[in-house]
């Protein structure tokens, strides 16, 4: 424990952040000092960082692309709907099981048993088609996708050259359902260059979930208690856990966006009496749509973490204000906890005091420092990949975030309450009384209220601050994405891949939690980071004589 | 099953590619371009194009990928990315430090026409490229060819640093094509072996396959540099390893500065090494090393000793041509059969090359080019075979129709050694056969009745 005082006190944050823009052009320097903050604690408002901006040219970025958002992050893990690319082969080949989100279809000879997960559909385009345009081929292609394994939905995504060569999907994939009848099809315009990152893609593919599937089908599901939940990717079997937990609790999850989810799901999503939105960030829009249109009120939940994952569960429990659910909710939370705390507590003796840096997603560098939290550990530093102001801050700086040259070219589309559908689940008085007893829906504090004074919070963090940061702060942990992975490592830092996980899972709810301790447990406390330096280099004397036996 | 929607029946698909064998030009570019010391890869487009290249070669190889991205955005792709590419030329000269940008296309930045050239000229005239540092480009568009494709173009590309100063170096040239790190290193101690000096381009070993010591290295010490480079024109010749993806380096190098080049297969299996090694000592004008020799008639002994296990076996081959070329002319120099062969990577060629090796066989042989592992998957389910060569993604034929599979190619993302153990030489040879040998007695202990399980094998 004194080492890790003394850690702690050789920081001067201001000091660390000069030293991070110290190496770049004036210009660089100028625009990271905003994406960099120190927190501190001021009253009644948080401090304002810079997020969702452009990246720099050259500036080794964790960032994919708006193409990478829409096809890979959310639609990828929907399992009965044909993701076709129209693209030059690559985008469709890395978005190729690439991600490690589960699903379940069932086994072979079951109805309703489609998985196309584990393929990889593209149209190939080649350099005719960029000249001559690739619609007919793309029409062509809609076609031998349905005549070889008849879906009954196909989305079409663009890459970066369709867009500059004007190819029309939507009308190819407004004719080919018409033509093919039984096949929903539909487009997504998240060509690469769109936006400044993945974001930009999670909200084209919001739009077109909801616009093309989203209350599709009426036919009742059963259920007393029924939510919706969206920003949940079933990432190494997340999904999977949670479900486990509604199931116990008697909560039934109609419609999960979209780990292990279904063309279905996502059809009936309209029935459900909530929506629990976990990763913010890339599912805010579908939330306040279905809002909107159907009247589901959102509530903020996060089942990273056994104790958030407890408080979300009573947050659900509490907004449907069923003494019975708040009952059944309670004995699951005491059934689950003790295994929890003994695992926590175990753990605990070897991680309490060491330290994290969390920099992914839009939402997990929040929700894992629950984890880290549970198990002793401070987390030091902290960013988004492709976060905007609100995940940061709290929704309320919403009205405020200014509308640039980027974030305009996405669409926002317009949701009207829908004429027989529609129907408030809760009174104006009756969300009141919630937010009375501290269940406030639509409602999002984001990550820095939560985070230590004196702690960095780094939007879009890249290699070079990376780097600089490791060396200088010496956290005990770094948690990133597989591009940061190694050259963390490098440094003889132990680091989690924290969007995919590389390997292992589930983390999130009760068992994940015990899952999360061991990873953490075996990544600070082993012995393996221990050999970087060989005996000779440890004692270099060259005088010394050999001793034989 | 895994790939439960893919039918028996074969249907002629024109406008679908499904389960590619191949992916796009970039990430050959990328590839290519860590085989230059202190070079950092620069992708001229959107950005996800590079973090999609960088995320692959991570995770083929464990170990990390710099490279950066022009970041292109809405308004970058209507006005050109030329002010992009500028600044980022700026940044990385002076965060980074590389001796070397080596900067690729896409799609993206090729489909409106953004011009490298005169990108760089105007880099050069506005001060951005700092004295004694260089700015490589390479037109490496994604809707032609194929990764194998980026790859030479990039390789090809290098040839603008050779300089003919009239005075020879002694050495041969030596481009290894798409191999892994190991296999370069494994090349260069053949040639060394052999007595000759060489310079190889491109380089991974020492870059790709680094070692861990608590300091990260951006650049590490690995890697052809820019003066091996420069002295590739005062060369004796050059010996370009595989049609694909070496030829064109070593055409343009004999046009530019009349070092005379001998296009040679890769040395995977005995005959392509043979061919290997009886250029090197040619042109070395000695005998071939007692090493080289002796491993030599390891390989073969271990062909002949266990003969019987490959005789006859049916393999399905998917991969990239220069590799699967030599690969096929390896499974039937051991009496192996490969009936059903398949690259991803369009070019006639190649085929042409595969029926005269395939010619004289007493059994058919199947071959698509541009050809996608679905349609592999459709062969294998109408008549199976008992080996599938491919890249990692060919578990899932595998799990599904339980056939063993060597994990063989890019990329391999499940499994690990591919960067350590090489696949080339007579050494390479002998790797190849164990892991083969390994698949098919692991099937033949497995679905052995305790009757017949054997402890000889």
Request: hydrophobic residues 40%; aromatic residues 8%; proline residues 5%.
């Amino acid at each position: 424990m004194t080492i890790i005082r003394e850690k702690m006190v050789q920081w001067d944050p201001v000091d660390i952040k000069a030293k991070l823009i110290a190496k770049y052009p004036p210009k660089v320097a100028r625009k990271r000092a905003k994406q960099i903050l120190i927190n501190e604690a001021l009253e009644n408002e948080t401090p304002e960082i810079t997020a969702n901006v452009r990246t720099i040219p050259g500036i080794i970025t964790m960032r994919g692309c708006t193409y990478a958002g829409c096809k890979g992050v959310i639609m990828g893990p929907t399992r009965d709907i044909v993701n076709l690319v129209h693209g030059p082969i690559g985008c469709s080949f890395y978005a190729w099981l690439t991600r490690r989100n589960q699903t379940y279809a069932g086994p072979d000879d079951t109805p309703d048993n489609e998985n196309f997960m584990n393929y990889c559909f593209s149209t190939d385009m080649q350099e005719q088609d960029i000249i001559f345009g690739g619609e007919k081929k793309l029409a062509a292609a809609i076609q031998e996708v349905y005549d070889l394994i008849h879906p009954k939905a196909i989305g079409v995504f663009a890459t970066c050259p369709v867009g500059l060569i004007g190819d029309d999907i939507h009308t190819v994939a407004a004719q080919m359902k018409e033509k093919l009848g039984d096949c929903n099809v539909f487009a997504f315009s998240c060509e690469g260059y769109k936006g400044v990152s993945q974001s930009a893609g999670h909200h084209i593919a919001n739009n077109q979930v909801f616009r093309h599937i989203v209350g599709e089908n009426d036919v009742p599901k059963e259920g007393k208690f029924k939510i919706n939940l969206l920003g949940e990717y079933n990432i190494g079997g997340d999904g999977f856990e949670i479900d486990r937990i509604f199931k116990k609790c008697g909560i039934t999850n109609i419609s999960t966006f979209s780990g292990n989810s279904s063309y279905d799901q996502f059809a009936s999503a309209h029935q459900a009496d909530l929506n629990a939105v976990m990763c913010h960030r890339s599912i805010n829009y579908v939330a306040d749509m279905l809002e909107t249109k159907f009247g589901i009120p959102w509530v903020k939940v996060n089942f990273i973490g056994a104790h958030a994952t407890a408080k979300s569960l009573r947050k659900i429990a509490a907004y449907f204000e069923d003494q019975e659910l708040i009952n059944r909710v309670e004995e699951v939370i005491a059934e689950e906890m003790p295994d929890i705390e003994a695992a926590a507590k175990d753990v605990g003796t070897r991680t309490a005091g060491k330290t994290a840096m969390l920099f992914v997603g839009g939402s997990r560098a929040h929700h894992y420092q629950e984890l880290f939290k549970e198990m002793g550990m401070k987390t030091i530093s902290a960013g988004y990949e492709f976060a905007h102001r609100d995940d940061y801050e709290g929704r309320q700086v919403i009205p405020n975030l200014k509308v640039d040259a980027d974030s305009r070219n996405i669409e926002e589309i317009e949701v009207e309450p829908d004429e027989s559908r529609y129907s408030p689940r809760k009174t104006p008085a009756e969300i009141e009384a919630l937010a009375g007893s501290g269940v406030d829906l639509k409602k999002y504090d984001g990550m820095i209220s939560e985070m230590d004074e004196n702690t960095l919070i780094i939007d879009d963090l890249n290699q070079h601050e990376a780097e600089k940061l490791v060396e200088l702060m010496k956290p005990d942990i770094f948690c990133a994405g597989i591009k940061e992975k190694y050259s963390i490592m490098k440094l003889g830092v132990p680091m989690k891949q924290l969007h995919s996980y590389d390997s292992g899972g589930p983390y999130a709810g009760f068992r994940g939690a015990i899952n999360f301790y061991h990873e953490i447990d075996r990544l600070v406390g082993s012995r393996v980071f221990s050999y970087l330096k060989a005996p000779w280099q440890k004692n270099p004397e060259l005088t010394a004589a050999y001793v034989w036996e | 099953m895994l790939l439960r929607h893919t039918p028996k029946e074969v249907k002629e698909r024109n406008a679908l590619t499904v389960n590619p064998a191949k992916t796009c030009q970039p990430i050959g570019a990328m590839y290519a371009a860590l085989g230059i010391h202190a070079c950092l890869p620069h992708s001229h487009g959107s950005q996800g194009c590079c973090a999609y290249h960088r995320s692959t070669l991570t995770r083929h190889y464990k170990e990390p990928i710099s490279a950066a991205t022009s970041s292109f955005t809405e308004g970058a792709s209507v006005f050109g990315g030329q002010a992009n590419l500028l600044q980022a030329i700026n940044n990385i000269f002076n965060v980074y430090e590389p001796e070397v940008i080596a900067v690729h296309t896409t799609c993206l930045s090729e489909t409106i026409g953004d011009d490298l050239p005169q990108i760089r000229k105007k880099a050069i005239n506005e001060g951005k490229i700092p004295e004694g540092k260089y700015v490589l480009g390479a037109s490496t568009p994604s809707y032609a060819g194929s990764h194998v494709t980026g790859f030479s173009t990039m390789v090809k590309s290098m040839v603008e640093f050779s300089e003919k100063t009239g005075e020879k170096n002694g050495r041969v040239n030596i481009i290894p094509g798409w191999v892994e790190p190991c296999d370069m290193e494994e090349i260069k101690r053949m040639a060394e072996l052999t007595g000759v000096k060489t310079i190889m381009f491109p380089d991974t070993s020492g870059v790709l396959n680094g070692p861990m010591t608590g300091e990260y290295k951006m650049f590490p010490d690995g890697g052809t540099t820019v003066a091996e480079l420069k002295s590739t024109g005062d060369s004796i010749g050059t010996l370009a390893l595989g049609e694909w993806c070496s030829a064109a380096a070593a055409r343009e190098l004999d046009k530019k500065c009349k070092v005379p080049c001998r296009v040679l297969d890769i040395p995977i299996g005995l005959a392509a090494t043979d061919r290997f090694v009886d250029a090197l000592r040619t042109i070395a004008g000695v005998s071939v090393a007692d090493e080289l020799a002796f491993e030599r008639g390891q390989l073969v002994d271990m062909i002949t000793d266990m003969h019987q296990y490959f005789f006859k076996k049916k393999v399905a081959v998917a991969g990239d041509p220069d590799q699967v070329i030599a690969m096929v002319e390896f499974l039937i120099s051991i009496d192996m059969c490969p009936v059903y062969i398949v690259t991803g990577t369009p070019g006639k060629k190649f085929e042409k090359r595969i029926r005269e090796l395939t010619d004289d066989l007493d059994y058919e042989v199947k071959i698509k080019v541009k050809g996608d592992l679905f349609l592999l998957h459709q062969w294998i389910k109408n008549e199976p075979v008992d080996l599938l060569i491919c890249n990692s993604y060919g578990k899932y034929i595998a799990k599904d129709e339980d056939i063993p599979l060597l994990r063989w190619g890019f990329p391999i993302l499940d499994r690990q050694g591919h960067q350590y153990f090489p696949t080339v030489g007579y050494k390479g040879g002998l790797r190849l056969l164990e892991k083969i040998l390994n698949l098919l007695l692991d099937r033949k202990d497995r679905d052995a009745e305790e009757s017949n399980f054997e402890l000889v094998l």
